[in-house]
């Protein structure tokens, strides 16, 4: 289990979604097994625990299951909510069951099938909400970025230096993501920091890393 020292930001709550039907995986990425011996989902599960005693997870019951039977001794801080029929209906469900329990400062939502997100990473994005309402974390092209029409072929090229390619987890003051899942509930975003950009509200790009990869394909176990 992650040992790293938790923050002291007591009123963080946590959102790691967990709903994915895993179609080009082949079967629930979430249930398989890293090198560690450990799920997937799991493995994601224990990297916030030192981080926050509100961790709410929208997904199917067989991962509710998983879960519950291999973090029994955490049941006091895990939470579980139905999914959603997208990611930002799932990510609401999970607001949703913070505000019940009383709301939270702040809160992280983090991507169910990132398990190798570094404990540095989660501790800079609650320390950059001491300062930003949204916080991003992700990581700058390194590869040139051309943009193509519908038929494959090149329009142009553009400044990857300008190209930041999101990641989770992302971080928001928690009243400020609530009123945005509120007032565009009828639209489908997935992402929730494009929320705040679309009502006009600054959201801070935080540097990750490489290794914080979201697992889509069987061999990105590897």
Request: some cysteine; overall charge neutral.
């Amino acid at each position: 289990m992650n040992t790293f020292s938790k923050v002291d930001k007591s009123g963080a709550g946590v959102i790691i979604t967990a709903g994915g039907v895993s179609n080009r995986f082949g079967s629930n990425k979430l249930l398989e097994k890293l090198p560690n011996g450990k799920s997937v989902i799991i493995t994601t599960i224990e990297k916030f625990l030192p981080f926050s005693n509100n961790i709410v997870i929208p997904c199917h019951e067989d991962v509710r299951e998983h879960v519950e039977k291999n973090l029994s001794d955490f049941s006091d801080k895990i939470y579980f909510v139905p999914f959603g029929e997208t990611r930002q209906k799932s990510v609401f469900n999970g607001l949703l069951e913070l505000e019940k329990q009383g709301g939270a400062d702040t809160v992280l939502i983090h991507d169910g099938a990132r398990p190798f997100i570094k404990a540095e990473t989660i501790n800079k994005t609650i320390e950059k909400l001491k300062e930003y309402k949204g916080v991003c974390v992700g990581i700058y092209a390194t590869d040139t970025i051309k943009i193509t029409d519908n038929t494959g072929k090149i329009i142009k090229t553009i400044d990857r230096n300008t190209v930041f390619c999101a990641q989770t987890p992302q971080g928001f003051d928690f009243k400020t993501i609530l009123d945005a899942h509120k007032k565009l509930k009828d639209k489908d975003f997935t992402d929730d920091s494009g929320m705040l950009e679309y009502l006009g509200l600054e959201v801070y790009a935080l540097q990750g890393s490489q290794t914080n990869k979201k697992i889509t394909f069987r061999e990105d176990l590897d």
